[in-house]
Nanobody, 116 residues
Framework: QVQLAESGGGLVQAGGSLSLSCAAS????????MGWFRQAPGKEQEFVGA????????YYADSVKGRFTISRDSAKNTVYLQMNGLKPEDTAVYYC?????????WGQGTQVTVSS
């Protein structure tokens, strides 16, 4: 059974930091491209960033570049999203995603709220 379990969301003041985690199970982690999306109330889902299977290459939306960092730990089958310099416009539900040759998978989402 495929499962992506996110954790680490919460409430933070503008300028603060949060770290999200996503633990993958039921999949071969080394085969997965991992990523994060977010969706704010009343807005479309937005790509945040992704990390290649090797962990060497990362990709970010312009809106988070320089503030967010994606990393992965193969020993823990976990991908992380370190968010620094948070802004009120970063408020959203953040979703972990995983993709391999068989398809794409999504976590249940975790709420991040940034107060001004």
């Amino acid at each position: 059974q495929v499962q992506l379990a996110e954790s680490g969301g919460g409430l933070v003041q503008a300028g603060g930091s949060l770290s999200l985690s996503c633990a993958a199970s039921g999949l071969t982690f080394s085969n997965l491209v991992m990523g994060w999306f977010r969706q704010a109330p009343g807005k479309e889902q937005e790509f945040v960033g992704a990390i290649a299977r090797s962990g060497v290459s990362t990709y970010y939306a312009d809106s988070v570049k320089g503030r967010f960092t994606i990393s992965r730990d193969s020993a823990k089958n976990t991908v992380y999203l370190q968010m620094n310099g948070l802004k009120p416009e970063d408020t959203a539900v953040y979703y972990c995603t995983a993709g391999d040759s068989r398809g794409n998978y999504w976590g249940q989402g975790t709420q991040v709220t940034v107060s001004s």
